[in-house]
Structures are given as structure tokens and as C-alpha cells.
């Protein structure tokens, strides 16, 4: 299965590790230093030109990835659960 976070940027739903919300994630400064340390590296991944809102993780065949998207967290855990629930109803 995967997950749309926007514009033409889709991820499998396995390799996601965790999605989290930008604003309050950044108050810590570890996230924050785990964000400039990915950047710096190339792993990060801007999928929208819009303000951004949350950043998704993801292990991609063993390379860590971080994407940036204008969507809320909510919105992406609720997609991601709904295409749970399709894959059910399909089995």
C-alpha cells in the first residue's frame, strides 16, 4: 500500500517509521538537530513549496528518509488508516 503526502510524491506505507507534527517536534532541540543533521546528509525530501506542517520518516531499503509536507499530521495517519481499512474490506 501507499500513502499520498502530496504534489507527485507517494511512499509505501511499510517503510514508514513515524509521522510527526513539525511545530510541536521542533521544540525539542534533538529533533531539531536530527532534522539539520538529515539535511546537511541530502535524506531530506521537500514535497510541497507550501508552509510546512509535518515531516514523515521513512527506512527506504535501509537509507533513512525524511519528507517535509503541507499536509497535518491527522490528515496523513487518517489516509493512512483508511487505506488499512480498504485493504481489509479487499482480503
Partial sequence: MYLH???DTVIRKDE??????LENSTISVRT???LTEAEK???IVNVSAELPKSFVVCQ?????RIYICQLLP????????QMMGEAERKE
Fill in 74 to 81: 491527522g490528515t496523513l495517519i487518517k489516509r493512512a488508516s
Fill in 32 to 34: 531539531r538537530e536530527f
Fill in 16 to 21: 514508514i517509521v513515524g509521522i510527526f507534527d
Fill in 60 to 64: 527506504e531499503q535501509g537509507v533513512t
Fill in 41 to 43: 546528509n541530502g535524506k
Fill in 5 to 7: 503526502l502530496g504534489g
